[in-house]
């Protein structure tokens, strides 16, 4: 069964600043699918980033970007000049393909809450 | 267009009653997961509905148990209620063979 780690239960950053959030991950699977989930006091989980195992290109999505290491089974999460409104839960999260293309549960995270100072 | 819709918002129920949770999903959306979320804890995958029919299940007990219309919206059903199924329980949408799923903002269910 896929775990994933989130070890770090809450982070600070001064606004402006940056931010890196780790999360390691553990699977026999060689190719899957990585995400960080964002969860503002709202409750909707937002999708902020994804990665899949076969590309070797860090995906990037404006301020947010990630450092994936296959081999380490590393995906670590850099938020650049943070923002006020980036204060939330985060999750880190992992879904296996399936054979039959069909979409897969996500297991995530325990996640970790990050704060933003003005 | 509407994203994923929950209801109830909020819901306090005793223990021993039996609760319905509704969603609906994503417009264009086939493909229904339910996931419970307890404080300070990630989500976990209770089960997924595809076509009607159940397709995967998470370790959750019988308790549990759920329904797909044919319009895709679900249903999440939980009887005997216990102390411990207090959580937020969330909805996801996504399309089937997409990798994209997107939540509701849950339903906060208390039990007492």
């Known amino acids: 069964a896929q775990t994933v780690t989130q070890s770090q239960p809450e982070m600070s950053v001064q606004e402006a600043e940056t931010v890196t959030l780790s999360c390691t991950y553990d699977?026999?699977?060689?190719?899957?699918?990585l995400f960080w989930y964002k969860q503002p006091p709202s409750r909707q989980m937002i999708l902020v980033i994804r990665?899949?195992?076969?590309?070797?290109q860090n995906a990037t999505e404006n301020r947010f970007s990630v450092n994936f290491q296959k081999a380490a089974k590393s995906f670590s999460l850099k938020i650049s000049d943070s923002q006020l409104g980036d204060a939330a839960m985060y999750f880190c999260?992992?879904?296996?393909?399936?054979?039959?293309?069909?979409?897969?549960?996500?297991?995530f995270g325990k996640g970790i809450t990050l704060s933003v100072r003005p | 267009d509407a994203g994923v819709t929950q209801s109830p918002t909020h819901l306090i129920k005793t223990r021993g009653q039996q609760v319905t949770l509704r969603c609906s999903p994503k417009?264009?959306?086939?493909?229904v997961s339910w996931y419970q979320q307890a404080l300070g804890q990630g989500p976990q995958f209770i089960f997924q509905?595809?076509?009607?029919?159940?397709?995967q299940r998470g370790n959750f007990p019988d308790r549990f148990s759920g329904h797909q219309f044919p319009n895709y919206s679900s249903e999440l059903n939980v009887n005997a209620l216990l102390l411990g199924d207090s959580a937020l329980y969330l909805c996801?949408?996504?399309?089937?063979?997409?990798?994209?799923?997107?939540f509701g903002q849950g339903t906060r269910l208390t039990v007492v």
């Open positions: 996801a949408s996504s399309l089937d063979r997409s990798t994209e799923a997107f």
């Open positions: 699977t026999s699977e060689s190719d899957y699918y």
């Open positions: 990665q899949e195992a076969y590309k070797q």
């Open positions: 999260a992992y879904r296996s393909p399936d054979s039959t293309g069909a979409n897969s549960k996500l297991t």
């Open positions: 417009s264009g959306h086939d493909t």
């Open positions: 509905y595809y076509e009607e029919e159940e397709r």
